[in-house]
Structures are given as C-alpha cells and as structure tokens.
C-alpha cells in the first residue's frame, strides 16, 4: 500500500505534458493524489494509465486550482477480479479557461467495482467539459460502476458540458450515471442568508460543502489543509 502526492506547478509561460503508466499487482493499494495549480499560460496536459490486477485498488484524486488550460485525461483497465478503480476530480475555472477532462474505467473481469466522479465550479467566461465512460465486457459480471459529473456556474457566461456514457455487454451489473449542472441553489442560499449569514459567506460555504465529499475521502491531512487554503484564495480572488 502506498500514497503519491503529485504536485503540478509551473509559472512560466508553457505547454507541459505529464504522462503516468501504472501497474498494480494482485493485492496492491494505491493512492495518488494530483494538485495541479498552474500560472495562467502555463498550460498542462495531464493523462495517466492504470493496469489493475486481481484484488488491486487505484484511487485518483485530482485537485485543479489553475489558471491556465488544463486537460485531463485519466484511464484505468480492470484486469482481474475483484479490483477496483475509483477516479475524482475537483476543478476550478475562471476568466478565459477551457479546461477538458476525460476519464474512462474498462471492466474487464467479474466482480469489479469502479467510480467516475467530477465536481466543478465556473465563473467569468471559463469553458469545461467533462467525459466520463464506462465499458463492460460481456465475461464481466457482477460489475458496480457509478459515474456523477456536478458543475456550479456562477456566471452567465460559463459554460460547462458533460457528456457520461455506459457500454454494457453483461446482464448481471448495477450500473448507474448522473449528471447536473447549474447556478447555486437559490433556496439553500435563502437559507442560509435567513440566518444571518451574508451573501458572500453563504456561496463560501455551499461551494465548500459541494466538493467536501471528494476530498474529505483523501485521509491526507496536509492536502486538506492545501486545498482548503487554495480555494479560500480562489474564492477571494473571484469575489466570492
């Protein structure tokens, strides 16, 4: 078992590319955490492979608190039974951002469990995609893959568009997808605002309770802590 924190940050004008091979053994536990805070025209193309063996585990967590472009594009292939692959992300956009990600889970052995999730939050003119997909093959029963993509917009001129997608070739699978996509919910605000709380502290804390899932889930005290003080900042930065 073990943790990798990958750290992403670059501040010169650029076009980076990042690429990860994975393989886990029969029994092997993996958790890699990625923190990718890029200046703006220092753009990243971030992809990765994971190869997951009998009874193997991969988490991925993907924290994007850029300001440049950023893709992401993340797979994983179950190729013995009983492994699991669950792939996370959080990501922030504003100003003229495209950020494009894509991750895919190919249940390739019985009795697997995968999980696709994505949350983001756009302002300003930030444009993002999200593509999320799941292959079953026919020999891979007894399959459970979940997929969720989440956005927040908080302007009129974000756009966010997210595409999930289930190729299923068994009959014995729990298999489900969803997806949302909107401004903050008016009456949690109202909500929150009858309480006392002004305006801006109420986006503060609905913004935070909205990814708190995905990263409350890392166990890693010190990225928490670096989460938590980035998107304070990206908060304040945006006038939220």
């Known amino acids: 078992k073990i943790n990798i924190i990958e750290e ?22 993996l958790n890699h955490i990625i923190f990718q805070k890029n200046s703006e025209k220092a753009n990243l193309q971030s992809t990765s492979y994971a190869d997951c ?26 190729i013995g ?19 494009d990600n894509k991750t895919q889970i190919n249940h390739n052995f019985p009795d697997c469990v995968s999980s696709q999730r994505y949350k983001g939050i756009l302002t300003d003119q930030a444009k ?14 007894k399959t459970q893959a979940y997929q969720l993509s989440k956005g927040i917009l908080l302007s009129d001129n974000s756009y966010f568009h997210s595409k999930p997608e289930l190729r299923i ?15 903050i919910d008016r009456e ?5 605002r009858s309480r006392g709380l002004s305006k801006k502290i109420s986006t503060s ?18 990225f928490i802590e670096k989460f938590n003080y980035h998107s304070n900042v990206w908060l304040s930065e945006n006038n939220i």
């Open 205 to 222: 804390l609905l913004i935070k309770s909205f990814f708190h899932d995905i990263i409350s889930e890392t166990k890693d005290k010190r």
């Open 169 to 183: 070739f068994a009959d014995d699978v729990k298999c489900s997808h969803g997806s949302t996509i909107g401004p």
């Open 188 to 192: 949690l605000l109202f909500y929150l």
């Open 8 to 29: 992403c940050i670059f501040d010169k004008k650029s076009n980076n590319s990042i690429v990860n091979f994975i393989n886990l053994e029969e029994g092997a536990d």
């Open 81 to 99: 039974e009983n492994s699991s692959a669950y792939l996370d992300g959080v990501f922030f956009g504003s100003g003229n951002q495209i950020i």
């Open 128 to 141: 993002a995609s999200y593509l999320s997909k799941t292959f079953v093959d026919r020999i891979a029963q």
């Open 53 to 78: 063996k009998k009874n193997s585990r991969y988490k991925q967590i993907i924290l994007n608190i850029s300001k440049s472009s950023i893709r992401n594009h993340h797979y994983a292939n179950l």
